[in-house]
């Protein structure tokens, strides 16, 4: 599963990706034109209620209404920037798992974090707010490795992967820096299930490069 995050960009043409194997997560305002393009169309973020005064916010059956099939939610942008927790990432992820939407849940630890051997601890705390469900898949995104060039090796994201499933048995995605250049060597490890692709999902050639690597593996 290859999974493109526009985030605040206005993004390409979604026509002219007509025929990957991919999910695309533009911003609002774009996801009509994606479903209409016929993309497999996730929001970035999603809340948990049906309705209600929550300013700001749009909830699942909006999403559904609109041919969306799924939502990020817990990206460490929304943590870092908007004050997402813990908790409510898990009521998100609950809420759109209950409405019908796929979700996929994000999950990982900050340089320093990772510098004062906090990692296992971080992870462990953020997927305790979620529950296994056939239609929930992890992406791992070191906070370090988002928007920086500086990848997790394959190794380094293979033993978080791994770390990550003996808590929760679901697939998990690798996000941060994927490039076309990295994203075979990530694929070949056993537990990286497919990519969760930021600033390279932007420009057409390395997004598709990126979902050709991805069908090349074995399964
Ligand atoms: P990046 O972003 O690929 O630009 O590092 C990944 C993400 O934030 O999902």
Same mark, same amino acid.
């Given at each position: 599963?290859?999974?493109?995050?526009?985030?605040?960009?206005?993004?390409?043409?979604? +026509?002219?990706?007509?025929? %990957?194997?991919?999910?695309?997560?533009?911003?609002?305002? *774009?996801?009509?034109?994606?479903?209409?393009?016929? $993309?497999?169309?996730?929001?970035?973020?999603?809340?948990?209620? =049906?309705?209600?005064?929550?300013?700001?916010?749009? +909830?699942?059956?909006?999403?559904?209404?609109?041919?969306?099939?799924?939502?990020?939610?817990?990206?460490?942008? *929304?943590?870092?920037?908007?004050?997402?927790?813990?908790?409510?990432? =898990?009521?998100?992820?609950?809420? #759109?798992?209950?409405? =019908? $939407?796929?979700?996929?849940?994000?999950?990982?630890?900050?340089?320093?974090?990772?510098? +004062?051997?906090?990692?296992? @601890?971080?992870?462990?705390?953020?997927?305790?707010? $979620?529950? !296994? @469900?056939?239609?929930?898949?992890?992406?791992?995104?070191?906070?370090?490795?988002?928007?920086?060039? @500086?990848?997790?090796?394959?190794?380094? #994201?293979?033993?978080?992967? !791994?770390?990550?499933?003996?808590? %929760?048995?679901? /697939?998990? %995605?690798? =996000?941060?820096?994927?490039? /076309?250049?990295?994203?075979?060597?990530?694929?070949?490890?056993?537990?990286?299930?497919?990519?969760?692709?930021?600033?390279?999902?932007?420009?057409?050639?390395?997004?598709? !490069?990126?979902?050709?690597?991805?069908?090349?593996?074995?399964?």
């Amino acid at each position: 599963m290859v999974v493109g995050n526009w985030k605040m960009f206005f993004g390409p043409d979604p +026509s002219r990706l007509l025929g %990957l194997d991919a999910v695309v997560c533009p911003p609002f305002t *774009r996801l009509a034109d994606c479903v209409a393009a016929g $993309l497999t169309t996730f929001a970035q973020n999603v809340h948990w209620d =049906g309705e209600g005064a929550y300013t700001g916010e749009i +909830s699942p059956p909006m999403l559904l209404a609109l041919g969306v099939t799924g939502s990020l939610v817990g990206h460490s942008e *929304r943590r870092q920037y908007f004050g997402e927790s813990d908790e409510t990432v =898990g009521l998100r992820a609950r809420g #759109a798992l209950n409405a =019908g $939407l796929r979700v996929v849940a994000c999950v990982g630890e900050t340089i320093e974090e990772r510098r +004062s051997g906090k990692t296992e @601890h971080v992870l462990r705390r953020q997927l305790s707010v $979620l529950e !296994a @469900h056939p239609n929930l898949v992890l992406a791992y995104e070191p906070v370090w490795a988002i928007g920086t060039g @500086h990848t997790a090796t394959p190794e380094v #994201a293979q033993a978080a992967h !791994a770390y990550i499933k003996s808590i %929760l048995d679901l /697939p998990v %995605l690798y =996000g941060g820096s994927v490039k /076309p250049d990295n994203a075979a060597s990530l694929f070949a490890q056993p537990d990286v299930d497919g990519a969760l692709v930021g600033g390279a999902s932007l420009d057409i050639d390395s997004f598709t !490069a990126i979902c050709r690597a991805a069908t090349r593996i074995p399964s």
